[in-house]
T-cell receptor, first 115, second 116 residues
Framework: DTGVSQNPRHKITKRGQNVTFRCDPI?????LYWYRQTLGQGPEFLTY????????KSRLLSDRFSAERPKGSFSTLEIQRTEQGDSAMYLC?????????????FGPGTRLTVT | AQKVTQAQTEISVVEKEDVTLDCVYE???????LFWYKQPPSGELVFLIR??????QNEISGRYSWNFQKSTSSFNFTITASQVVDSAVYFC?????????????FGGGTRLMVKP
């Protein structure tokens, strides 16, 4: 079990550019979550998938944010027309499978800096 | 709506001291789950424990212990004989059966600094 992985680990972009982050969950986990963490705060829930279905997306911060999980395995989070306020750590977590459903295991995060 | 409050933003102790991190929660769910996560300087959130709302037994794991009190809506975390490696930000989190996919609601975190 290799854990949750995220790429890239760091991303610096200019305001107005689009960025995409990838998350690979623990292989047998069917639930995948995205959170955002700003400096000095706890993570904030954005969206989640059960298999390939996105079952909650009302917490995405604006319509510039979108996420996909096309085959129920890896997921991508895209931010279009980035703004300086989007600078944060984006965390992915997974849960489910034969293990306990409620523990979420987090990846190392992608730190986004918008200049 | 769910809410988690960690009133202590920062705690500093000397190695070998005991330290308790406080967590108070609010929820309307009758069944819910409470968690503690550790975030060391490397940044990755590490799962420590989950408690179910219907199980109020306290738990001990090595130097870590957790005190769940439903009557006061608290889920406090004690580290006994703290060590420098315990230095991290600790988050308390809550999820309920009525929340989207058991999403986690986190508190603001407590930064623990253990000095040698």
């Amino acid at each position: 079990d290799t854990g949750v992985s995220q790429n890239p680990r760091h991303k610096i972009t200019k305001r107005g550019q689009n960025v995409t982050f990838r998350c690979d969950p623990i292989s047998e986990h069917n639930r995948l979550y995205w959170y955002r963490q700003t400096l000095g705060q706890g993570p904030e829930f954005l969206t989640y998938f059960q298999n390939e279905a996105q079952l909650e997306k009302s917490r995405l911060l604006s319509d510039r944010f979108s996420a996909e999980r096309p085959k129920g395995s890896f997921s991508t989070l895209e931010i279009q027309r980035t703004e300086q306020g989007d600078s944060a750590m984006y965390l992915c977590a997974s849960s489910g499978g034969q293990g306990l459903v409620y523990e979420q295991y987090f990846g190392p995060g992608t730190r986004l800096t918008v200049t | 709506a769910q809410k988690v409050t960690q009133a202590q933003t920062e705690i500093s102790v000397v190695e070998k001291e005991d330290v308790t991190l406080d967590c108070v929660y609010e929820t309307r769910d009758t069944t819910y789950y409470l968690f503690w996560y550790k975030q060391p300087p490397s940044g990755e959130l590490v799962f420590l424990i989950r408690r179910n709302s219907f199980d109020e037994q306290n738990e001990i794991s090595g130097r870590y212990s957790w005190n769940f009190q439903k009557s006061t809506s608290s889920f406090n975390f004690t580290i006994t004989a703290s060590q420098v490696v315990d230095s991290a930000v600790y988050f308390c989190a809550l999820s309920g059966n009525n929340n989207a996919g058991n999403m986690l609601t986190f508190g603001g975190g407590t930064r623990l600094m253990v000095k040698p």
